[in-house]
């Protein structure tokens, strides 16, 4: 797992902002998460998107009525990342 931000500043810096739903939002740890998900070497689409789902929602609050558009984001950051 991802080493916890230091201070405020630090998990400042570790906010990166997608768009959900249309919508720019600040995701703290996400690069990090997609990182650790990386290193597990899962394959099928459902399995990668509920362990990025899972690393995500430890740092950021996902309204339950929004969650299928954020994992649709952070789906699409994770595939954006493979190149």
Do not use: F, W
Not at 6 to 11: G, H, I, K
């Amino acid at each position: 797992m991802a080493d916890k931000p230091c201070c405020p500043a630090d998990a400042l810096r570790r906010i990166r902002q997608i768009n959900v739903n249309g919508i720019p939002t600040g995701i703290i740890m996400l690069d990090e998460s997609i990182c650790e998900v990386r290193k597990v070497g899962l394959t099928g689409e459902r399995e990668i998107r509920e362990a990025l789902m899972k690393r995500v929602k430890i740092y950021n609050y996902i309204p339950p009525g929004v969650a299928d558009a954020y994992a649709e984001a952070i789906m699409k950051e994770y595939h954006a990342a493979k190149k």
